[in-house]
């Protein structure tokens, strides 16, 4: 197929697409614009629907830039895994904005579609799981909902079993910082990453000689803002449903807003942002 440009200022504005690649053929736009099927006659469920599926599309994106950015970190390439995490704190701005569209809808919009989600849920999210999985905040137990999607479940999987993003980010820290890697905790593969004590005394060391580790203290402040826009969408989150619905049930029998409200005291890297009292 070819892939030969089209401009229409000049004497190609005569060709046809017949044997050239079109914008839509390239963004595979059919096929996208296809699947967004609302199981109810409410127009606001339209919203709804093509509301996550952009979030997916964008968590995608974060999924791609994470695992790069960890092969960037592991072969040390800093400028690259640099430009990397910048580009998902942008992403998870462009998702908090999403929310401002959402809440356009009223609690009488959603009750006029929600019975038709079923037992769905924004939780059973896997490509979200994958993030916090990525990131460090490992809950085992949430496997169970992606049982039934062998490869998704084995993905999960997979990621559990190898050091996250910030276990790998700790490691090059003790390595800079002590010389070698003889004192690294053991990475907390099944289980929420927990501050450490040892951990937030070299991020500290890092802070208090920022010329000497300038590119431990840039890693540790593009972390902080990677976070801090996370946490936002995470709140945002919160704000948004109990604006919806309230404190009723989640569709997927969560307990909706509480449920939500106890993911804001999640830290993804604690120690980073426990240090700022010492400083």
């Known amino acids: 197929m070819s892939t030969q440009a089209y401009d229409p200022g000049s004497d190609g504005a005569k060709m046809t697409f017949k044997d050239a690649m079109s914008y839509g053929d390239y963004l595979h736009l059919e ?7 609302p199981q109810s006659t409410a127009h606001d469920e339209m919203l709804f629907v ?5 979030s997916e599309l964008w968590m995608k994106l974060v999924i791609h830039e994470m695992a790069a950015a960890r092969e960037a ?7 690259q895994m640099f430009k990397m995490l910048a580009r998902v704190s942008r992403i998870f701005e462009q998702l908090n904005n999403a929310w401002d569209v959402l809440r356009t809808m009223t609690p009488a919009d959603y009750t006029a579609f929600r ?6 849920s924004g939780f059973q999210s896997y490509q979200y799981r994958m993030i916090e999985y990525v990131l460090g905040n490992r809950n085992p137990n949430m496997l169970k909902p992606h049982e039934h999607l062998p490869e998704v479940h084995k993905a999960l999987s997979d990621e559990l079993a190898r050091p996250s993003f910030y276990d790998e980010v700790i490691t090059l820290l003790f390595r800079t910082v002590d010389g070698h ?3 690294v905790p053991t990475p907390q593969l099944n289980a ?19 010329d000497e580790y300038w ?4 890693l540790a402040e593009k972390l902080v803002d990677l976070e801090d826009y996370f ?19 989640g569709t997927g029998g969560t307990s909706g807003v509480q449920y939500l409200r106890r993911m804001l005291e999640v830290e993804l890297f604690p120690e980073l942002w426990h240090l700022r009292g010492e400083l």
């Open 115 to 120: 019975e038709a989600l079923g037992p769905s």
């Open 73 to 79: 970190l592991l072969a040390g390439d800093t400028a």
């Open 231 to 249: 946490r936002r969408w995470r709140f945002n989150h919160v704000t948004t449903v109990e604006r919806v619905i309230g404190f009723k049930r």
């Open 50 to 54: 093509i509301q996550h599926q952009t």
């Open 181 to 183: 890697e003889e004192n």
């Open 192 to 210: 929420p990453h927990e501050a450490i004590p040892e951990v937030q005394a070299r991020w500290k060391t890092v802070y208090e000689n920022i």
């Open 31 to 37: 096929d996208i614009l296809a699947h967004q099927h």
């Open 215 to 218: 590119t431990l203290y840039e």
